[in-house]
């Protein structure tokens, strides 16, 4: 959705940016690995939820394609099946992909919930409840 967008977010899960991520999880790397096929591709964390990423790669990925991601959280391997959802070319090159996730261990889904509420509840503190907080940090 675009800056002109008016509507109301029908976003399921809470999001966090990547730069949250980095700051939070004390991940240094935002690196997402994806394999379609017998193919490796990296890509980059554009923002994370419960629900799925979104990510920066520099090759088109049509949608409906069913990647396998794998990338690091608070010290832990998360490995999850997606669906790609949607697509938009980004100017200067590359595109930026939204991912759904399809399947994952339980594990893995209770540290991307908890880490994500986790981020969400410290930003609200941070930033004192300041109205539009949350949406200026790219957390909802």
Known sequence: M???YGGIEKRRFLRVSDSLVGKYSGERSKNIA?????LEI??????LSEGGMAVFSRYLIPRATLPLLRFH??????TAEGSVVHKDMIKGGGYRLGIRFEGMSA?????ISNFVKLVFNRERADQGNAGGAAEKE???
């Open 2 to 4: 675009g800056p002109d």
């Open 34 to 38: 994806m394999k379609i096929g017998g």
């Open 42 to 47: 990296d890509s980059r964390l554009v923002d």
């Open 73 to 78: 959280l608070l010290a832990q391997e998360i």
């Open 107 to 111: 594990q893995s889904r209770t540290t």
């Open 138 to 140: 790219g957390l909802i």
